[in-house]
């Protein structure tokens, strides 16, 4: 088993990106909270695969792990299976596949039940469902990228 198998082992959605944004390979559980099969996602834009009022944080979150070669985590929502759709907290990060020493772009939803920066999951599904927007604010002196949120009308 190489070391790509591991990242996508997981039960959470995970998957993994070639630097410009393209799924090379990921789980059952991204590929379902991407409401299509594995098949489909397979070659295509990680952001294309989700609502356009998603995709330019998606292009954000892999072109910061891409350029900074740091953690970024951005709260993404998902079209998710049938009509509903799915808030989680995903971290992009750079890594290297060992056997062919290509650099990929992990993508993998974090269990943040025991972390703070989960309340920007309710926070985010309140705000929509209110009509109102939240802004992003990242601060220069933080070494990850972070989400604060706030109102918009």
Known sequence: MDASDELLRKHDPAALLTLDGVISDLNAAMASVLGRPAEQCLGCRFGDLLPAS?????????????????VAMRVLDFPGPGRASVACLIEARQVKDAATGE???WVHSLDARNDLTSLLIPFRMATTAGDLGLWMYSSPSLTASAETPGLSG
Request: hydrophobic content about 45%; overall charge positive.
């Open 54 to 70: 998603q995709q330019m944080s998606a292009e954000s979150l892999v072109g910061h792990a891409v350029r900074a070669k740091t």
């Open 103 to 105: 650099h990929l772009v």
